[in-house]
């Protein structure tokens, strides 16, 4: 009769570990190079069509590769650093215009109900 004495179990490099050092039995998070337009628009706060608008018209730093729009992420972070920063005045221009369309959107629900 033969005893088996087993291994102690080796930390998988592919998990995650806490600060001191031990596993938490998740899987490593995986950083990858190029966001896709769904990330981006996630990022971003817009909608899918307007992000995927964004992309076509150049505005978004993208690559088409085989048939897929991919964001490069140093591409994206550079071009949001690049943006210029919104002052009060655009900010009551952009929330004026909002409140504008919304109210014709309720009085087109009101006529149209």
Same mark, same amino acid.
């Given at each position: 009769? #033969? @005893?088996v004495?087993?291994?102690? +179990?080796?930390?998988?490099?592919?998990?995650?570990?806490? +600060?001191? =050092?031990?596993?938490?039995? !998740?899987? $490593?998070?995986i950083?990858? +190079?190029? *966001? %896709?337009?769904?990330? @981006?628009?996630?990022?971003?706060?817009?909608s899918? &069509?307007s @992000? *995927?608008?964004?992309?076509? #018209? =150049?505005?978004?730093?993208?690559?088409?590769? &085989? =048939?897929?729009?991919?964001?490069?992420? =140093?591409?994206?972070?550079?071009?949001?650093? /690049?943006?210029?920063?919104?002052? @009060? /005045?655009?900010?009551?221009?952009?929330? %004026?215009?909002t409140?504008? !369309?919304?109210?014709?959107?309720?009085?087109?629900?009101? /006529? &149209? $109900?």
């Amino acid at each position: 009769m #033969s @005893t088996v004495i087993p291994f102690p +179990a080796r930390p998988n490099p592919t998990t995650a570990t806490e +600060a001191g =050092g031990t596993s938490t039995d !998740r899987p $490593a998070p995986i950083v990858s +190079a190029v *966001y %896709t337009v769904a990330e @981006t628009a996630e990022i971003l706060r817009l909608s899918l &069509g307007s @992000t *995927y608008a964004l992309v076509r #018209s =150049g505005e978004i730093p993208a690559l088409k590769l &085989g =048939g897929r729009w991919v964001i490069p992420r =140093g591409r994206l972070h550079r071009w949001l650093d /690049d943006l210029p920063e919104a002052s @009060t /005045d655009d900010i009551e221009r952009e929330l %004026t215009a909002t409140e504008r !369309r919304e109210q014709r959107q309720q009085h087109r629900r009101r /006529d &149209g $109900a």
